[in-house]
């Protein structure tokens, strides 16, 4: 009887805690950041980032190539297009880009994973999928940094979240993953986007901006694990701290933010997509691996990412969206 009574306390402990178990490994965002892998990123960035493309140049064939393959792998993970979206795409009209050389019609890409709580607020994170073409010589400006690095660490976090909405995980709030065209000739796509969001900017609680990630900055060879962060306090304090605190928890990066000094002449701030959310007052923080030898020329190409590294700041950014995706409220601005 004893003996009976001891099992049953037992194998009513084994079961509660078996049960603890099985809900904290499913709430713990590092098995899904572990499908982030530098197999995968570096896969799918020979495929982007290849001579076929064309160097992505807005309205052109090899841009709209660049599209498909990125609306293609949405659809195969199983990932819903936005909302007001004519399947994934966002068509930004050719008299938009009036006074412009040759203008095109373009569009953004933009996926989309709903939130299980406060759907209405989002986090967006953004890359742009263009880059700048072909030169006189007909050699292709792979861009595999500028900015397919962006592009398929986007499209990876993007998989990881999914991962979690398949084991019944979904985040309380929602993702956006948004490829914004015609960066590389002055910033149009998000423009577009920021002009006509969808959903409204007011409920959008964050942009994440990847612009160049996959490099390693000279000034840096002795001390590769970094990634600068550009306008992370500018906003939300509570934004740099929480990118600070998943920085610590997950990844261990050196986060240098040399390029927020006021006095920077680089102006990175104003000079990728985060900045037309910014002056929308959405808080963003922009990741960049700084200028090397091989940017805006033929010779960024796929075999000069660093991988691992391109995984490691990719996880960071999984983390940072994850934790704002989930945390009880949304980051507040510093002045309301
Ligand atoms: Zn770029």
């Known amino acids: 009887m004893k003996i009976f009574i001891l099992t049953l306390v037992s194998s009513f402990i084994l079961s509660c805690s078996s049960a603890q178990k099985t809900v904290d490994t499913k709430n713990n965002p590092e098995n899904y950041a572990s499908t982030i892998t530098a197999q995968e990123l570096k896969e799918m960035l020979y495929v982007y980032a290849s001579d076929e493309m064309e160097g992505r140049m807005t309205g052109t064939k090899g841009q709209r190539m660049a599209a498909e393959y990125i609306r293609d792998f949405y659809i195969k993970e199983g990932i819903k297009a936005a909302p007001g979206t004519d399947n994934y795409y966002q068509h930004i009209p050719e008299s938009y880009f009036e006074g412009k050389k040759n203008p095109q019609a373009t569009e953004n890409v933009i996926a989309f994973i709903e939130g299980a709580e406060k759907p209405e607020e989002v986090i967006v994170l953004s890359a742009h999928l263009d880059h700048v073409g072909v030169d006189d010589n007909g050699n292709v400006f792979n861009g595999a940094d500028d900015d397919g690095s962006g592009t398929v660490a986007i499209m990876q976090i993007a ?178």
């Open 159 to 336: 998989q990881a979240f999914q991962q979690a909405v398949k084991d019944g995980n979904p985040p309380k709030r929602s993702i956006l993953f948004l490829h914004v065209t015609a960066e590389e000739i002055g910033l149009y796509g998000s423009r577009y986007y920021t002009e006509n969001p969808l959903f409204p900017l007011e409920n959008t609680v964050s942009n994440l901006n990847i612009d160049m990630i996959g490099r390693i900055d000279p000034d840096k060879v002795d001390n590769p694990e970094y990634i600068y962060l550009i306008g992370s306090n500018k906003l939300s304090q509570e934004l740099q701290d929480v990118s600070t605190a998943m920085n610590d928890k997950y990844t261990q990066l050196e986060l240098d933010y040399k390029y927020d000094d006021p006095n920077d002449r680089n102006r990175f701030y104003y000079r990728s997509d985060h900045y037309n959310f910014a002056k929308n007052n959405v808080p963003v923080i922009f990741y960049f691996n700084g200028v090397h030898e091989d940017y805006h020329k033929v010779t960024d190409t796929p075999d000069k990412i660093e991988y691992n590294l391109l995984a490691k700041r990719s996880k960071l950014i999984f983390h940072t969206a994850w934790e704002l995706a989930n945390m009880e409220n949304r980051i507040k601005n510093n002045v309301e």
